[in-house]
Structure formats: structure tokens, C-alpha cells
């Protein structure tokens, strides 16, 4: 009897090792195929592939809970996903997969032990967490701007503007300076919110310097939040415009950089609406 329950807990931890072994692998294979999407040309083709892949990670994360390339992806896949192509469209959807991809980042932060007891550790926060701890920030800040009705997601922006200026300390030009249009989207807000309208600025500026300038998402979030909180039509126009006249200059982010494009063009065309 011992003999038979020796054999079983055996092949038991065997399969449970193959199957870990097994969603790495995929992990892996997973994270290498990511920039394909980001290179998509076609939003649509885009649009249709992407959020099954993100639900296939999410699945994998049912054998490996703690794989850590699998958490960053499904939290960055969820928030990109609703960035993107929803929160424009359907406010409901958007909210619950900034919500679904926070939840992720969250994990991954906690296994990093960045956080502990919902608190973050400040001091944990190492140069080879930046990707782990920007995709936190940007679910966290989708999540918090659908969600400006509710004081418990409010309360969280002061966290969130620590966050951000930890990344921009230790990694500044992370993903084409996008620390910096996070917070300068933050800080859109007026003084009696609690914002800085002049700070917002300079970080927009900031996050248009070299490489930033080609990554059209970051003018997007300029004319959104900043030009729009300071009712500034001509750079609002100014910028939208820009993002349209520009060429694609980073191929490993035509799907953003068009994404840009499309919503730049239906923001020009409600102008009048919004000014």
C-alpha cells in the first residue's frame, strides 16, 4: 500500500513538473510573439487576435500562478486591449479589463515583493522592475480615469503619482519616455483637484524628447488631457494634426502608432463639441 501511494504522489509531482515545464515553454514562446501584435498593421486583424491570446496566457496562469512573464503579459495585454479599442467606445468593458489587468500587475508586484499587505514598498523597486511596475502604473491609471465617480479609486492617484515618479527616476526613458505622459495625464487636472497643470505640461514635453516623438500615443495624451484641460484649441489641433502628418517611424509599434492616428481623426472631427 505505502509502495502504491510512493508511486502515485511520484507520478503525481511528475506531471505536475512536466505541466509547469510545459507553460513556461509557453510563456516564453508567448512573450516572444508580443511584438508581432504591436507590429500589426491591420487594427482589425489586430483587434480580433489579440484578445484571444490574452485569454490563453490568462489560462496558462491556472497551472503556473506565480509565472511571472505570464502575469506581465496578461496584464499588459488586458490594459493595452482596453486602451486601445475600448475605453472610447464602452466605458463598462474597458473598466472591467483595466480592473482584470491591475489584478495581474498587482500579483506580479507582490511576488516581486514590491507589495505587501496592499502597500507598496518604495524601496524594493529595482531598474529590472521597470516593465513590471509601468504596466502596473498604466492598468492602475486606466482603471482610476474610468473610475473618477468612485473615492476609493480616487483615493489611490496620490499612490499612483509615487509610482510614476519612481519610474521616471530609475528608468526615464522607458517605452519611449511613457512615464512621462503618464504623469503628465495625471497631473491634468485643475489645482483644486489636486493637479498641476504646469507640471502636466512639462512632462508632456519631456516625454517628446528623442525617441518619444515617434511614439504618436504620447501626443495623443497631450491633446486629450492636457490641451483640453486648458481649453488650448489651436495645440490640441496642433498636436492631433502632427500625429496625423507624421510617418510611422517605429515598426515594432505600428499597431499603437495607427491606434493613434484613428483616434486623433475622430477627435478632430468632435472639435467643435469639445471646445
Known amino acids: 500500500m505505502k509502495k502504491t501511494f510512493l508511486i502515485l504522489s ?4 511528475c506531471a505536475c513538473s512536466f505541466k509547469q515545464v510545459a507553460v513556461k515553454s509557453m510563456a516564453a514562446i508567448m512573450t516572444d510573439a508580443m511584438p508581432v501584435y504591436l507590429q500589426e498593421e491591420d487594427i482589425q486583424t489586430a483587434k480580433e487576435t489579440m484578445l484571444p491570446a490574452v485569454k490563453m496566457s490568462e489560462s496558462f496562469l491556472e497551472s503556473d500562478p506565480d509565472n511571472q512573464k ?11 486591449y482596453s486602451f486601445a479599442f475600448l475605453e472610447d467606445k464602452d466605458n463598462k468593458r474597458s473598466g472591467a479589463m483595466y480592473k482584470k489587468g491591475l489584478t495581474y500587475s498587482t500579483r506580479l508586484l507582490e511576488n516581486k515583493n514590491i507589495i505587501a499587505e496592499k502597500k507598496i514598498n518604495f524601496n524594493n523597486i529595482k531598474f529590472k522592475d521597470t516593465p513590471a511596475v509601468f504596466w502596473h502604473a498604466f492598468c492602475l491609471a486606466g482603471f482610476v480615469k474610468l473610475n473618477l465617480n468612485d473615492p476609493s479609486a480616487l483615493s489611490r492617484i496620490s499612490g499612483l503619482e509615487k509610482i510614476i515618479e519612481t519610474l521616471i527616476e530609475i ?3 522607458y517605452y519611449y519616455n511613457a512615464s512621462y505622459a503618464l504623469k ?12 498641476n497643470l504646469q507640471q502636466s505640461k512639462h512632462s508632456f514635453e519631456m516625454s ?3 525617441e518619444g516623438a515617434k511614439f504618436k500615443i504620447n501626443k495623443l495624451l497631450y491633446a486629450k488631457t492636457y490641451a483640453q484641460a486648458v481649453l488650448d484649441r489651436e495645440l490640441f489641433e496642433k498636436l492631433l494634426n502632427e500625429i496625423l502628418d507624421a510617418p510611422l517611424q517605429l515598426p515594432q509599434e505600428n499597431m499603437l502608432n495607427i491606434v493613434a492616428e484613428q483616434k486623433a481623426q475622430k477627435l478632430l472631427g468632435e472639435i467643435d463639441e469639445i471646445f
Open 70 to 80: 505570464l502575469l506581465e503579459l496578461t496584464a499588459k495585454g488586458y490594459c493595452g
Open 10 to 13: 511520484v507520478s503525481l509531482t
Open 184 to 195: 503628465g495625464a495625471i497631473l491634468a487636472r485643475s489645482n483644486i483637484l489636486g493637479g
Open 208 to 210: 517628446l524628447k528623442g
Open 171 to 173: 528608468n526615464p526613458s
